[in-house]
Each structure stands twice: as C-alpha cells, then as structure tokens.
C-alpha cells in the first residue's frame, strides 16, 4: 500500500487573527479583573451573611486560577503578534503556569 503526503487540514492562523485573537485576550483580563473587583467588595461588605462571605472566598480562588490562565494566554499571543512560533510562544506560556502552580 502506498503512503500519500497530506498537506494540513487546518490551515495557519493569519497576523490579523493573530491580533484579533491577542485583543480578545486582554479583553477577558479587563472582565476577570472585574469579576476580582466585585468579589473582594463582597468580601469586604459588613452587611453580608457568613454565607455570601465564604462563597465570596471560595470564589476569589476560582478568580486567581481564572487570572493565571488569561495572563498566560496573553504571553502566548503576544509572542506569536511578535512573530515568534507557535512552539517557542507555547514553550513561554507553559513555564508561566508552571511558575504559577509553584507559588500555590
């Protein structure tokens, strides 16, 4: 049987998707910001039940894993808006979450 060369099924991204796809990035960092913005006030609300406050806390959690995955998405767009490769930009991407997992 003879083996035939494919070429890929999925084609590269372009530099405006590129782009596109890096201020789509920064974007969900202003809205995790402010969903951080909005737990902390609930936490901080003197008028709040023992209940609200603790799933403020167990939320704050959620929003700093949230936090580390949008950062390290954006280093990875931002090396390939450089021009870099998706390999090394991914290589980048991966040491940040590693780091992260480090300090928890």
């Given amino acids: 049987m003879v083996q035939k060369y494919f070429s890929q099924k999925i084609?590269?991204?372009?530099?405006e998707e590129i782009k596109e796809?890096?201020?789509?990035?920064?974007?969900?960092?202003?809205e995790v910001l402010e969903w951080e913005k909005e737990e902390k006030?609930?936490?901080?609300?003197?008028?709040?039940?023992?209940?609200?406050?603790?799933a403020a806390k167990r939320?704050?959690?959620?929003?700093?894993?949230?936090?580390?995955?949008?950062?390290?998405q954006i280093i990875y767009w931002g090396h390939r808006v450089k021009?870099?490769?998706?390999?090394?930009?991914?290589?980048?991407?991966?040491?940040f979450w590693a780091s992260c997992k480090e300090e928890n």
């Fill in 21 to 30: 796809r890096y201020k789509e990035s920064q974007e969900e960092l202003q």
């Fill in 83 to 95: 021009g870099e490769s998706h390999f090394k930009a991914n290589l980048e991407k991966n040491e």
């Fill in 11 to 15: 084609k590269p991204l372009t530099e």
């Fill in 41 to 54: 006030a609930k936490l901080e609300d003197d008028e709040a039940s023992p209940q609200k406050k603790g």
């Fill in 59 to 72: 939320a704050l959690k959620k929003v700093a894993r949230r936090l580390n995955t949008v950062k390290g």
